[in-house]
């Protein structure tokens, strides 16, 4: 089979598109057939060892897991023993999380993993982008446990985790304030954005409105930046380690002193979330933003694009799998 490999890290030049061994579905796992997968800044952070930390966890010298990509869409070819939840030929679409391999024309995934049927409406390429993003988002907005009626700003409202956020924000009764250039703001209204805050024309942080939770879903912002922008007790959230990698440590130390406080929470990872997610779809709470297509011998194409930051949404990289 055919994937996007990279045997060292660096730029996106170091990945390329070559000929794999096909895997198998063991005991309790499915062979996904990959139709559609993504790239985003997870996968651009991990291609290139940066921060340098990735490093302890893939590999000092060189990446151990050669084949990036975290979501997809895709149809089951096989299931291994014991496996009674999926079918040959059903439609899924998941989030392979740590263990990667979604940049493939198959991959396996465990029966209980973050794997479910697809929306019966959605296409390959309108449901892979449906788990990175927003199960980051959805592991924040838990943790704020934001009663209704309470306000939150998001910091990239048009990121793949930021759209996903001001949706499911929106969905839970929260009024939304959104930061986001001109030239999208109608597109992030459109999510159900309360309010919009172009940051071209406005430092958001100066903002005369006080929040319960400020949320900096592109991770170009700092506590102390918008810390200002708190009621007391409020909440910072972030999706990036920060600056100097602050945010883990800060989640730990703010708590102790009261008031204001950092949040940095594990994603998390069970099969619910994929479910609550293809619900949240289905109700027409949420709809992942797609910024454009590409093919699997474009994926160079796309890493470099996802690095400019000017995406809105996600990249999705289609992938024809009929070469078996």
């Given at each position: 089979?055919?994937?996007?490999?990279?045997?060292?890290?660096?730029?996106?030049?170091?990945v390329r598109v070559v000929e794999v061994e096909k895997p198998a579905a063991k005991d309790n796992e499915v062979?996904?057939?990959?139709?559609?997968?993504?790239?985003?800044?997870?996968?651009?952070?991990?291609?290139?060892?940066?921060?340098?930390?990735?490093?302890?966890?893939?590999?000092?010298?060189?990446?151990?897991?050669?084949?990036?990509?975290?979501?997809?869409?895709?149809?089951?070819?096989?299931?291994?023993?014991?496996?009674?939840?999926?079918?040959?030929?059903?439609?899924?679409?998941?989030?392979?999380?740590?263990?990667?391999?979604?940049?493939?024309?198959?991959?396996?995934?465990?029966?209980g993993g973050l794997l479910a049927t697809m929306p019966a409406d959605l296409s390959y390429e309108e449901a892979?982008?449906?788990?990175?993003?927003?199960?980051?988002?959805?592991?924040?907005?838990?943790?704020?446990?934001?009663?209704?009626?309470?306000?939150?700003?998001?910091?990239?409202?048009?990121?793949?985790?930021?759209?996903?956020?001001?949706?499911?924000?929106?969905?839970?009764?929260?009024?939304?304030?959104?930061?986001?250039?001109?030239?999208?703001?109608?597109?992030?209204?459109?999510?159900?954005?309360?309010?919009?805050?172009?940051?071209?024309?406005?430092?958001?942080?100066?903002?005369?409105?006080?929040?319960?939770?400020?949320?900096?879903?592109?991770?170009?912002?700092?506590?102390?930046?918008?810390?200002?922008?708190?009621?007391?007790?409020?909440?910072?959230?972030?999706?990036?380690?920060?600056?100097?990698?602050?945010?883990?440590?800060?989640?730990?130390?703010?708590?102790?002193?009261?008031?204001?406080?950092?949040?940095?929470?594990?994603?998390?990872?069970?099969?619910?979330?994929?479910?609550?997610?293809?619900?949240?779809?289905?109700?027409?709470?949420?709809?992942?933003?797609?910024?454009?297509?590409?093919?699997?011998?474009?994926?160079?194409?796309?890493?470099?694009?996802?690095?400019?930051?000017?995406?809105?949404?996600?990249?999705?990289?289609?992938?024809?799998?009929?070469?078996?």
């Open positions: 089979m055919r994937a996007a490999v990279r045997t060292r890290y660096g730029p996106p030049d170091v062979l996904v057939r990959v139709h559609a997968t993504t790239v985003n800044r997870t996968d651009c952070g991990l291609r290139a060892a940066k921060p340098f930390i990735y490093r302890f966890f893939l590999g000092l010298r060189r990446p151990r897991l050669t084949v990036l990509g975290n979501e997809f869409a895709g149809q089951v070819e096989a299931v291994g023993t014991g496996v009674r939840s999926f079918e040959v030929g059903d439609r899924v679409f998941g989030f392979s999380g740590t263990w990667f391999g979604a940049h493939a024309e198959y991959l396996t995934m465990p029966e892979a982008p449906s788990t990175e993003g927003s199960i980051y988002a959805l592991s924040l907005i838990r943790t704020a446990k934001l009663q209704r009626g309470q306000g939150v700003l998001v910091n990239g409202a048009t990121g793949a985790i930021g759209s996903a956020a001001v949706q499911l924000w929106r969905d839970m009764g929260a009024v939304v304030t959104a930061v986001c250039g001109a030239e999208h703001m109608e597109l992030v209204r459109g999510l159900g954005a309360d309010r919009v805050i172009d940051y071209t024309a406005e430092d958001f942080t100066r903002d005369e409105r006080r929040y319960d939770v400020v949320m900096d879903a592109v991770g170009k912002s700092s506590f102390g930046r918008c810390r200002r922008l708190l009621k007391p007790g409020g909440l910072y959230l972030s999706t990036d380690l920060g600056p100097l990698s602050q945010n883990p440590l800060l989640a730990l130390v703010t708590p102790l002193f009261g008031g204001r406080k950092v949040r940095f929470p594990i994603p998390r990872q069970d099969q619910g979330t994929v479910t609550y997610l293809k619900e949240r779809i289905e109700s027409g709470a949420f709809k992942p933003l797609i910024d454009r297509r590409c093919r699997l011998d474009q994926i160079v194409e796309a890493y470099r694009y996802v690095e400019t930051g000017r995406k809105v949404g996600s990249v999705v990289i289609t992938i024809d799998s009929g070469n078996g």
